[in-house]
């Protein structure tokens, strides 16, 4: 978008490739107005909340032809450049994703990124911040900036309204209306059934996944400080009142610019002292990643030294499910008996030879499919607890087994382990883990190796 809220679009290239690939990125910015208003038609007569809000159709010729002229003036405004610096910066983005070997030739598939950015963890520099001094600030604000927010006579209210105001934010995904999405919060097992789409035409909207997961932790945090305000109601008064004040934004930028003051650490303790009777995390936020610590604290008291520090990144690219899926809906033969792709004895030497053959082609397909591969990486995630790990759950297992009952995998006989799911800038899923192989405890294995009669016993 440029400064008018316009759709720009950048090539890096030269004038003589942009005239011969363009026909590839056509499809991201291409405005079909006859399919369009031909939609929004039957959308008028099928959706709910079309009919609840009476809403009018203006498909006249003038209206279409905006479209159109807006089509053009986003092919005519075009920005090629063919500069050394902006190839560079593009090579370093792609190698870092795909590998070094993905500058290297010409294909006709073009690589579509869909990037998911979290706040990080730390940052780098010779300053230890604060989280919960971070996440202040993040909540105040650095600046006294006011956003005026008008209230309409009859608002929308997520808890009440919630399916009704989804639906019409998305008709084209949800075309019957809202009436049949639940009222209040998305639950898990709707959210995977969309995921899950036969078509993918959930998942393929960048913009329905950012709503839900806005809406799943703004939930969250209100579900978890109601839990608490019932029971804390003096001390987060006492939060109000101090987050009212003038002084506290710039304390807390006074904290951040200076960690190791004194004032930065009172600050630090007594906003640990009122938010820790919140309760429960906000997912994907600094204070999960805070409240993992004493976890790691608590296997580390319990079991001593973790044995092996494991990193797993399965190449989802490479995942045979995900291409089969993907084929049966470019082939549209969810239905078909003859196809290879929809037989469960389908092996990777019966896919297509350009697939098999064009590592950027997988790449672009898995890209294509962010709910898929997240699937496929939950379920290599299993694999490795059951088969290399051989350490299941116990609500698997259905019953709790000691240390001497376990199976011996990989890693020998496995006590614990515990795992950590991080996203890569570009969204790519990883798993870190810290495996532990005893049920021993140091306090245990030191009062052992001081008792005499125990080293007599183990000596004959």
């Known amino acids: 978008m440029d400064i008018d809220r316009k759709p720009r679009v950048t090539f890096i290239g030269s004038t003589e490739q942009w005239r011969a690939r363009k026909h590839l990125f056509r499809g991201l910015y291409e405005l079909p107005s006859e399919s369009i ?9 099928t959706h709910s909340f079309f009919r609840k809000e009476c809403i009018v159709i203006d498909d006249s010729i003038s209206a279409k032809q905006r479209l159109a002229d807006l089509q053009d003036s986003i092919e005519k405004g075009v920005i090629v450049s063919d500069a050394g610096a902006l190839h560079a910066v593009d090579d370093a983005v792609n190698s870092e994703r795909f590998g070094t070997d993905i500058t290297t030739g010409e294909s006709p598939e073009v690589v579509i990124q869909q990037s998911t950015v979290l706040q990080p963890a730390m940052c780098h520099g010779d300053k230890v911040g604060s989280v919960v001094i971070d996440a202040m600030i993040n909540a105040v604000g650095e600046q006294d900036d006011i956003a005026v927010v008008r209230r309409g006579v009859d608002p929308i209210v997520e808890w009440d309204e919630n399916g009704y105001m989804i639906a019409g ?108 009777v919140i309760g429960g995390t906000i997912p994907f936020s600094p204070f999960e990643r805070a409240g993992t610590r004493p976890k790691l604290a608590a296997m580390r008291f319990r079991f001593g030294l973790p ?40 092996r990777w030497v019966q896919l297509p030879k350009n697939l098999k053959g064009s590592p950027r082609l997988r790449l672009s397909i898995s890209n294509k499919c962010p709910a898929m591969a997240a699937f496929m990486f939950e379920r290599k995630m299993k694999l490795i607890q059951k088969a290399i790990l051989r350490c299941p759950a116990s609500h698997d297992t259905k019953k709790s087994r000691n240390y001497t009952e376990r199976e011996s995998g990989a890693f020998g006989t496995v006590a614990r382990f515990n795992g950590v ?40």
């Open 169 to 276: 934010a998305f008709p084209t995904l949800f075309m019957m209306g809202g009436d049949m999405l639940p009222s209040g919060s998305f639950s898990q097992g709707l959210i995977d059934h969309l995921m899950r789409y036969y078509d993918g035409r959930f998942e393929n909207n960048v913009t329905l996944i950012a709503t839900l997961f806005n809406q799943m932790q703004r939930h969250a945090a209100v579900r978890k400080a109601a839990r608490a305000s019932t029971t804390h109601a003096k001390t987060l008064q006492k939060l109000g009142q101090l987050a009212s004040g003038v002084e506290f934004r710039k304390s807390l930028l006074a904290a951040k610019n200076n960690p190791d003051s004194p004032a930065a650490k009172r600050l630090n303790a007594s906003l640990l002292r009122i938010l820790s």
């Open 307 to 346: 044995q092996f520090w494991v990193t797993v990144a399965p190449p989802e690219q490479d995942d045979i499910t995900l291409h089969r899926i993907m084929l049966l809906r470019q082939l549209n033969a969810w239905n078909d008996e003859e196809c290879t792709c929809g037989q469960s004895q389908c």
């Open 37 to 45: 208003f031909s939609w929004l038609n039957v959308l008028k007569e």
């Open 421 to 460: 799911v991080e996203p890569q800038m570009d969204g790519r899923l990883h798993l870190h883990m810290t495996v532990y192989g005893s049920s021993f405890t140091p306090e245990i294995l030191t009062r052992g190796a001081t008792n005499e009669e125990l080293r007599l016993y183990i000596a004959e």
